[in-house]
């Protein structure tokens, strides 16, 4: 079958039309060609389509089953089916003119009855991908390898009790990190899908640290010896599936880096809705993971904030976004990473052309959000403040300090000296903020 040209009712990629575009379907901010900073907004953005929200999730919840009757859900050969899904997946991505992907090798094709099996189906659908991007625009941003789904990967994956699943697992990994290396893939991406516990009645969290330490370390080898460029990324996520996940969150993720000596390899993908599932702002975990030196990529989408749970909604929200990408461009861009859209359409959303709205939307959202944080940096709106704020630490006095040229005495002398009173000095946070609101 290949309904792929019949499956959306759009048939020409959505061009730019300016914020007074007439059509519904028209990028209002997002001109990919435009220059902002040296770079085009296109190359600045590196927007990718995920395949497993947009492809593979059939719309079920907790309390329902499927709503979008997707036809390659239907049908009894599986490889079929997912030659099908591959042929609709490109043309999204030709509808949507986006430079980049990213796929589980669970999303691409069935599972076979044995590891041996389910490798050469992903290997099969992979020549697919290779021969569609031969002439297609797309390319890989990162591929993965679902470790969680399954049900021998209930009690984790690296961390299982049982380390007959730990080297399931890694064979599922090879497969999956070699087939991204063939299709070009910029980063690879293990997100720690079941690496946590639901009690610690039947748990050693020490040694299933030790076990994921092990797994991540075994990764970075194989990537060296295959010759694969890109970082391997880790996934920050507090909570869901599992009651408490190793990765918790940027802080915890780096501490896990630095003890298991990673930091040179791997790096961070953030998520809004992780980051707020973690108790923290989307921008906070950004910012930290920059301050640390640990900042790979981004999956974008959004969480409610009346919900603790990972809705994965389409980011639209632009006053969120313009301060994370204030301090993603303050710190130079994205290098390898760039923005995959890990988020689905809602349960209501039927209609297939629903999946070209959520991503123009959001398209358009974020591009919204970067040019005003690229105007706010041109016009150092916060970096100036901040810069003052912080000046006496750039002075001799602050640069001794931190070189560690003074003892505690020293600095105990010097303010126990006459006349030494300095002055607090206002933090101006609603001056910041409203000099933010002229941008949004
Ligand atoms: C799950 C999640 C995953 C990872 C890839 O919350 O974010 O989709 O991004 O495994
Ligand atoms: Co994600």
């Given at each position: ?64 089953g ?50 041996a ?17 031969a ?42 990190l070699?087939v ?7 980063n ?37 010896k ?67 030196g ?30 994370v ?7 130079g ?63 001799a ?33 609603e ?10």
């Open positions: 079958m290949n309904a792929a040209s019949e499956f959306f009712t759009i048939r020409t990629p959505i061009a730019y039309g300016g914020a007074q575009a007439s059509t519904p379907l028209a990028f209002r901010w997002y001109d990919k060609d435009r220059v902002v900073r040296g770079r085009r907004l296109e190359d600045h953005l590196r927007f990718a389509v995920c395949y497993w929200h947009s492809f593979c999730w059939p719309g079920l919840d907790p309390f329902g499927e709503t979008f009757l997707r036809p390659w859900h239907h049908g009894s050969d599986a490889m079929a089916q997912a030659r099908a899904k591959a042929d609709v997946a490109f043309e999204l991505f030709h509808l949507l003119d986006v430079p980049f992907f990213a796929f589980h090798d669970a999303d691409a094709a069935p599972e076979g009855r044995t590891l099996e389910s490798v050469a189906n992903l290997n099969a659908i992979a020549d697919v991908f290779e021969q569609k991007m002439t297609a625009k797309v390319r890989l941003l990162w591929g993965t390898a679902n470790l969680f789904s399954h049900r021998r990967y209930m009690a984790g994956a690296a961390t299982n009790p049982d380390p007959e699943i730990f080297t399931y697992a890694a064979g599922q990994v090879r497969a999956a070699e991204t290396h063939r299709l070009g893939g910029q690879y991406v293990l997100w720690g899908g079941r690496e946590g516990y639901e009690t610690l009645l039947n748990t050693d969290i020490g040694r299933e640290l030790d076990q994921l330490g092990r797994f991540v370390s075994l990764v970075v080898e194989h990537k060296h295959i010759g694969f460029k890109g970082p391997i990324l880790i996934e920050p996520k507090p909570k869901e599936p599992t009651k408490h996940q190793y990765d918790f969150d940027v802080a915890t993720c780096y501490g896990f880096l630095q003890r298991y000596d990673l930091l040179k390899d791997v790096k961070l993908n953030i998520e809004q809705n992780h980051a707020i599932l973690a108790g923290h702002s989307f921008q906070h975990e950004v910012a930290l993971a920059e301050a640390l640990v900042f790979g990529s981004l999956d974008i989408n959004r969480g409610d904030d009346l919900l603790g749970w990972d809705t994965d909604q389409f980011a639209m929200n632009v006053s969120e976004l313009v301060l990408f204030h301090e993603i461009l303050n710190r861009g994205f290098t390898s990473g760039g923005l995959n859209f890990d988020a689905k359409i809602r349960r209501q959303s039927i209609d297939p052309d629903d999946l070209i709205h959520a991503h123009v939307g959001s398209m358009d959202a974020c591009a919204r959000a970067f040019l005003a944080a690229a105007d706010m940096l041109d016009a150092g709106v916060l970096t100036a403040p901040l810069a003052e704020r912080y000046k006496g630490w750039a002075g006095e602050g640069r001794a300090i931190l070189a560690g040229q003074h003892s505690l005495a020293d600095l105990a002398d010097r303010a126990m000296g006459s006349g030494f009173d300095p002055q607090p000095r206002s933090g101006r946070q001056y910041l903020e409203s000099l933010v609101n002229r941008y949004v």
